[in-house]
């Protein structure tokens, strides 16, 4: 489940013209929580349903784990992450990465902050050396 970004709070903020009570009973409707009323309780789906639903256009995820398949040292990262656990269940192959979650972990944790498509061969090799130091930790 990928969080509200940044981007969403501030525009709900915008169309909500600040109005907390509104926002708060909007957080609620949307996530059918009444413990919830702050935007950073909604999920991306979420937010963008708020948006839409005041008129505005929705803001689409930005995926940083978007790899280049004919690339060896994208499908090594690719293949890195998964034996950390970054999968998901898939009907068709049983089990495939789960780019949402090497995405935020590209964004947040990883030595370079850039998305895969974005990275020079040096940082490609600099993020799979993370990877493979993390699975060492892991797996001992």
């Not at 656990?85 to 935020?104: H, Q």
Request: hydrophobic residues 35%.
């Amino acid at each position: 489940m990928i969080p509200a970004s940044k981007q969403q709070k501030q525009r709900i903020a915008i169309l909500t013209k600040n109005d907390k009570e509104f926002k708060a009973a909007l957080v609620m409707q949307y996530t059918n929580d009444a413990t919830k009323n702050s935007t950073n309780d909604l999920t991306h789906a979420q937010a963008n349903n708020i948006i839409e639903q005041l008129g505005g256009k929705p803001i689409l995820y930005d995926n940083w784990a978007f790899f280049n398949k004919y690339n060896r040292s994208h499908k090594y990262l690719i293949s890195l992450a998964m034996q950390f656990g970054m999968t998901i269940p898939n009907d068709k192959y049983g089990e495939i990465c789960d780019l949402v979650r090497l995405s935020e972990w590209l964004k947040h944790k990883a030595p370079v902050k850039k998305s895969v498509l974005k990275m020079s061969t040096t940082e490609v090799s600099k993020t799979i050396s993370a990877l493979e130091r993390m699975n060492v930790k892991q797996h001992s």
